[in-house]
């Protein structure tokens, strides 16, 4: 029998599903239906519904192999995959099979689906991205690769104690994660510290690195690839037997946890640099484990390495991953014996680097004496890369000392740190910023320099999301209305068609749908007022986003509320959503202050049906889910200029939430094709922010002729908000970074026309139509053929 065509298919009718629940509940799960468990019941059906994922996957894997083809390696540090159950299930084609199936059992789907935690590897967009990157990767048939770390700890929960953001650890997998597939016998071997000797690094201290893969199902296709995360394991030998026997049990495994650390907890950084030597042994982990496996999936089917950058594109998600680029050099000119300008080319030809940021703190650079102590010979390749890049742009612009100062890999002062970014433009062959504006921003600004050197190195490829996670499974209410309207659900896999929704925003049939899903959604999230806007903020907490500035607009509603009810303008609830970086203090005191408003608004018989704020703890993608398709206004109010993209922008834009926005980051682009009428546009222009910010700014003119601002902010002050706050005024009257008060008068003014809005539900339903039906460009199938075509070049390959 040939057993790579042996495999039995598995049955997709009811009868069949079930049996393969009770098969796996016995040989398996090990248990019985008798003495099953709820989390019995839980991973008994991961593994039914995986095993038909599975088996889509030896066929994508056998047609990879079989064809040789362009590989697409994703590397990042963050992946924030969602739940895995709902997902599977939908791609599965066993949606419709689980409950009953289930039943018999003796459980219910929703307590089933309660169990399941979704991995919180990442932190806000930069890893949701990535997870929306490969589901479209999949779908569209492209042999990938993602390649990750498998945190033992994600993204931190979030709890509130007396209206404070205090974290709590993240052991999602403290119960086994039945999605995974360990494959320990792909370990690799990373070396940290040492020295150079004549024989070349020789590594004082090696970790293993052991991988397990998540299965990426595509939609709608055959295609099953994966995500691999690498999680740090000791040697053996690091066990320390004789002290354990003597006794010393923790001196015994001192080692083993210090190696194991590696892996140990994602840091809850949204955009500055750690700082923290451990930081860099994790990107440094997760580089060399995937070169060396990449390296291994080459040589299956290739010999020659002049064939490696046809076969390969790696693409590094951020600067995060750059160490990649040394690294490569390393196992080729040290390992592989490569001349330098071979390696050189080979790593210009496959590497490509996106930008995630416009925060000039957010470039990470590290010190060059801690890089050169953990990883002391790809400092010497940085510095020899260095040389040359210099060299080149000396040639190029002779005599301009400045400009060589700039762009060199080593900043100087005040204290000698290698600048990651610039060693990520130089050793690609294509830089993306992820949103017009932000690719635009990043060759006048950012990256002006290497843009004069290597213009054509630089282009835009603009975020997008999954339209089957974002819309199908988190709005099934909605998408059967949508597919109902389209005459077919195509449009999951070619968001485009959505525009042919728009004729259906002039039918009041329609449009009463409409309306109705986005009540359901409410109700289902437990605000079910229909007749209040639901107005949502969800995302990371960081002063450039300004909640503060959402704050501010809230306390001016309670005040009118109070004093001028003829202004206040119709019921709203204002929901927050978002974690704060457990360092950053200003962030933290903004989620204090807007907890205390919350509190005060909702003790205030007045507000009564008018006016609540809601801020539930622990946003994640789970929570993201049920609140987007609820959202009636979507708040995108960075400074301008700030924001590079943006991403929950268009998740809330698709299921029908009208923006509030600045002209920043994506909102440009979402403004541009749902139409200027059906998008609230306030605030100062990045031109207008950067002149304001350059020149002597002064936030305490706002407060001296605004009078509804100063009140705000005297309330603040006074400590009308449970004593709280104090600082978060004085930052804003004081420094007031992120031109909060100087777009305050705009953004109220705005939002008075978001309620006359309301005020008309038949014309505020067509606008809400119209942003889902002028949507469809932000689907991340888009975006990853925008990244195909100008960067990967890969072609699908169909199991
Ligand atoms: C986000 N960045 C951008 N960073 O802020 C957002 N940073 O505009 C964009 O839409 C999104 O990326 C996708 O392109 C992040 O999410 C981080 O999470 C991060 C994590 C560690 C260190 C620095």
């Not at 199936?101 to 919180?120: N, T, Y």
């Not at 590594?203 to 099953?224: A, F, K, M, N, Q």
């Not at 309330?715 to 449970?722: M, R």
């Amino acid at each position: 029998m040939d057993l790579r065509n042996g495999l039995r298919p598995l049955g997709s009718t009811p009868a069949e599903f079930e049996q393969d629940l009770l098969s796996n509940l016995y040989y398996r799960r090990g248990t019985t239906v008798e003495s099953a468990s709820a989390q019995d019941a839980y991973e008994t059906l991961a593994l039914t519904v995986r095993d038909r994922l599975a088996a889509r996957r030896a066929r994508t894997a056998a047609a990879h192999y079989e064809s040789n083809p362009r590989w697409v390696y994703y590397l990042s540090a963050e992946y924030l995959l969602g739940p895995q159950l709902e997902q599977n299930l939908l791609y599965s084609g066993t949606t419709d099979l689980a409950p009953a199936a289930l039943e018999a059992l003796g459980f219910s789907a929703e307590e089933v689906a309660a169990l399941d935690v979704e991995p919180g590897l990442g932190n806000g967009g930069l890893g949701r991205l990535a997870a929306c990157l490969l589901d479209s990767l999949a779908t569209l048939d492209i042999p990938a690769v993602g390649y990750g770390i498998r945190y033992d700890l994600g993204i931190f929960k979030q709890q509130f104690e007396n209206g404070e953001q205090v974290e709590r650890p993240d052991d999602w997998a403290f119960q086994g994660d039945p999605w995974e597939f360990p494959a320990p016998d792909d370990w690799q071997t990373v070396g940290f510290y040492g020295f150079v000797g004549p024989e070349g690094w020789v590594p004082g201290e090696i970790v293993h690195g052991e991988p397990s893969h998540l299965l990426v199902p595509g939609y709608g296709t055959e295609t099953v690839n994966i995500v691999r995360l690498w999680r740090a394991r000791a040697a053996p030998a690091s066990f320390d037997l004789r002290r354990f026997s003597a006794g010393q049990y923790a001196e015994a495994v001192q080692e083993a946890v210090k190696a194991e650390n590696i892996s140990k907890v994602l840091y809850p950084d949204d955009s500055t640099d750690m700082g923290r030597e451990l930081r860099l042994k994790q990107q440094y982990f997760l580089v060399s484990c995937s070169l060396r496996d990449i390296v291994r999936r080459f040589r299956l089917r290739n010999a020659d390495w002049a064939d490696f950058p046809a076969k390969t594109v790696i693409q590094l998600n951020d600067t995060h991953p750059t160490l990649a680029i040394p690294e490569l050099i390393r196992l080729l000119v040290d390992e592989e014996k490569l001349e330098w300008e071979q390696a050189w080319s080979i790593v210009r030809q496959t590497f490509a680097y996106t930008c995630h940021t416009l925060l000039p703190e957010a470039l990470e650079t590290w010190p060059v004496e801690m890089l050169g102590r953990l990883l002391p010979r790809h400092l010497e390749i940085i510095y020899t890369i260095n040389e040359a890049l210099l060299a080149e742009v000396r040639a190029r612009f002779p005599g301009d000392l400045d400009r060589v100062r700039r762009m060199s890999l080593i900043q100087e002062e005040p204290q000698r740190r290698v600048r990651m970014a610039n060693l990520a433009v130089t050793g690609t062959f294509k830089v993306n910023g992820v949103a017009e504006l932000h690719s635009q921003l990043l060759t006048s600004t950012t990256f002006a320099d290497f843009a004069a050197l290597w213009p054509d190195r630089f282009t835009n490829v603009t975020n997008g999301v999954s339209p089957r996670r974002f819309v199908r499974l988190a709005n099934p209410g909605l998408s059967a209305l949508i597919s109902e309207g389209l005459g077919s659900d195509d449009w999951l896999r070619d968001l485009s068609l959505l525009s042919n929704l728009a004729p259906l925003a002039g039918d009041a049939s329609f449009r009463s749908r409409w309306r109705a899903e986005k009540r359901h959604a409410k109700a289902d999230l437990g605000l079910g007022d229909p007749g209040a806007v639901l107005d949502v903020m969800i995302k990371r907490f960081h002063e450039y986003k300004r909640q503060q500035l959402k704050l501010l607009h809230v306390i001016t509603l309670y005040q009118r509320l109070r004093n001028d009810p003829a202004r206040f303008g119709v019921p709203r609830t204002v929901l927050f959503g978002g974690k704060a970086a457990p360092a950053y203090d200003a962030a933290k005191s903004i989620i204090r202050l807007i907890n205390a408003v919350s509190a005060t608004v909702a003790a205030d018989p007045r507000t009564s049906g008018l006016l609540r704020v809601v801020f539930p703890a622990n946003y994640n993608v789970t929570l993201a889910e049920r609140i987007i398709p609820a959202a009636d206004l979507s708040e995108q109010i960075s400074m301008a200029g700030k924001e590079a993209s943006g991403t929950g922008n268009m998740k809330l834009a698709l299921n029908g939430a009208v923006t509030i926005g600045t002209l920043d980051g994506a909102n440009v682009e979402i403004r541009d094709r749902v139409g200027a009428d059906n998008f609230f546009l306030f605030g100062l222009d990045t031109p207008a922010a950067a002149a304001l910010r350059a020149s002597d700014y002064r936030p305490r003119t706002h407060y001296d002729s605004d009078e509804e601002l100063r009140a705000a902010l005297d309330a603040i002050l006074s400590g009308e908000f449970g004593g709280v706050g104090q600082d978060v005024a004085h930052s804003l009257l004081d420094r007031d970074e992120y031109l909060t008060l100087a777009d305050y008068r705009s953004y109220v003014d705005k939002q008075d026309e978001v309620a006359a809005a309301w005020q008309n539900q038949e014309q505020w339903t067509r606008m809400s139509i119209l942003n889902t039906a002028g949507s469809g460009f932000f689907s991340a199938d888009r975006t990853v053929a925008d990244y195909l075509a100008r960067i990967w070049r890969a072609e699908p390959v169909r199991p």
